[in-house]
């Protein structure tokens, strides 16, 4: 299992090149490393270009389904106003690929320090959804995550 670290979250997609679209496996890995990155660094926007125009995301934390990279940005704006992100492990455990489509399942341990609070570390699995953009790229269709049991209280 490897173990990638970044500095925020999800950042940017490798584009594709002049000689055809972009290994999936490639894009994936460095989308992980943006995606930590921009956790790190409290870039919203560069979490949000992670994901297709009209994603889905399913956040444990969020009261309802976010849809859309404007909503994305949203909602990771609000994160980093309630905790700074100090770390981002992500352990990648399956990625199948279906033609322009793939599925991966991960574990993230993001650490956080609330504005007011500890530091608290968070478990969260999740099912990411990956479509292939008509220049080759790959970007986030729907991504899901569930908190581990057992976590400290929310955040």
Not at 93 to 114: C, F, K, M, S, Y
């Amino acid at each position: 299992m490897s173990r990638i670290r970044g500095n925020s979250l999800l950042l940017v997609v490798v584009a594709g090149c002049a000689h055809g679209p972009t290994p999936l496996s490639a894009s994936v890995d460095s989308a992980h490393t943006a995606y930590g990155t921009a956790m790190k660094s409290g870039d919203a926007q560069a979490v949000a270009k992670l994901f297709a125009p009209d994603a889905v995301l399913v956040e444990a934390t969020a009261a309802q389904t976010i849809t859309g990279q404007a909503a994305v940005t949203k909602f990771y704006e609000g994160l980093f106003k309630k905790a700074k992100v100090l770390d981002v492990i992500i352990q990648p455990d399956t990625l199948q690929q279906d033609g322009n489509t793939a599925v991966e399942t991960t574990r993230h341990i993001v650490t956080l320090q609330p504005t007011a609070g500890e530091p608290l570390a968070r478990t969260l699995r999740h099912l990411t959804v990956w479509k292939q953009q008509s220049d080759g790229t790959w970007l986030i269709q729907a991504d899901a995550s569930l908190i581990q049991v057992p976590n400290p209280p929310p955040y």
